[in-house]
């Protein structure tokens, strides 16, 4: 589990933290535990499954991602990845080294590139993804099938909500203003 607290503890502190401080505070822990839980499950899956492949959680969903849609141009990878392009070409050159992915360019446009996997590539994930979804089991033991479904369900509300209003709600927000242009760790040196 990230972190040295459990869930229990930390929703105990907020609770206290916050007091009356009027806000909402069920949508914050739904929220909250959407975070906590995919922190814990990406640690889980990697320390238990990925890293005997010598794989990243990114490099697995870029994998998995080719697996099931085939080849595809890289910033379509990027954007069902929930990646940077950026990162993405680290990723691919990385499994490109593994003999796991191979990219190519674009037959009518030389400055698109275009990733698939490799029948290594397939084989792995043909073997790699059975031991992956029993730990998907593992993780949702504590849940029957009928809530496994009802969390899918509500997650892909929130995801859905997002989706479809997410683009509305920033302009809100920022007055119809670009976001502020992300900056990589990297600061200027003096």
């Known amino acids: 589990m990230p972190g040295e607290r459990s869930i229990t503890e930390t929703e105990r502190m907020v609770r206290a933290k916050l007091g009356d401080t009027p806000i909402r505070h069920e949508q914050m822990a739904m929220v909250g535990n959407i975070h ?5 499950v990406r640690q889980h899956v990697e320390n238990s499954v990925l890293r005997g492949s010598d794989l990243t959680w990114t490099g697995f969903v870029v994998l998995w991602v080719v697996w099931i849609w085939g080849e595809m141009e890289t910033r379509q990878v990027a954007e069902e990845a929930g990646i940077s392009k ?9 499994l490109e080294s593994r003999g796991l992915v191979r ?14 996997l490799t029948d290594k590539g ?3 994930m043909h073997s790699l993804f059975p031991e992956f979804n029993a730990e998907e089991a593992f993780v949702a033991e504590q849940l029957s099938d009928e809530e496994c479904l009802q969390t899918a369900d509500a997650l892909r509300r929130v995801v859905v909500q997002i989706e479809a209003h997410g683009e509305e709600r920033r302009m809100q927000l920022l007055d119809g203003a670009p976001p502020v242009p992300r900056r990589s760790g990297r600061r200027p040196k003096a």
């Not at 950026?86 to 990385?94: K, M, N, Q, S």
């Not at 990219?103 to 698939?116: I, K, S, Y």
């Open 36 to 40: 906590r839980a995919a922190a814990a």
């Open 86 to 94: 950026g990162t993405l070409t680290g990723v691919a050159r990385t």
């Open 103 to 116: 990219r190519t360019e674009h037959p009518t446009d030389g400055r698109r590139v275009l990733l698939a």
């Open 122 to 124: 397939e084989a792995q």
